[in-house]
Nanobody, 124 residues
């Protein structure tokens, strides 16, 4: 029900935009988020955008470089990534949940729906 796309191989300093398209969900009411997982590391929170109000929150490591947005008419959310660094290399996953509470939205446990992941590789 979630399809992530847009990953690729880029150089440090480049930009990339990820997309996540939902199907079978009333997308506009869902909180949707991006997580990432690097080899040998745990999955970590990247950014989230609420369904109601569209408030956004970011991990400190990406704040000021990444922008999360959504287009409810297209059932799609985006992650615009700028000034990419080698440490941004990971598989990026999109996630969605209708009832995620504010205190839990940075936790992967809060999300019921997950995309398949898209690889982002940043070379130095």
């Amino acid at each position: 029900q979630l399809q992530a796309s847009g990953g690729g191989l880029v150089q440090a300093g480049d930009s990339l935009r990820l997309s996540c398209t939902a199907s079978g969900l009333t997308f506009s009411v869902y909180t949707v988020a991006w997580f990432r997982q690097a080899p040998g590391k745990e999955r970590e929170f990247v950014a989230v955008i609420r369904g109601s109000g569209g408030h956004t929150y970011y991990a400190d490591s990406v704040k000021g470089r990444f922008t999360i947005s959504r287009d409810n008419a297209k059932n799609t959310m985006y992650l615009q990534m700028k000034s990419l660094k080698p440490e941004d290399t990971a598989v990026y996953y999109c996630a969605a949940d209708r009832g995620a509470i504010l205190s839990a939205i940075r936790s992967s446990d809060a999300y019921d729906y997950w995309g398949q992941g898209t690889q982002v590789t940043v070379s130095s």
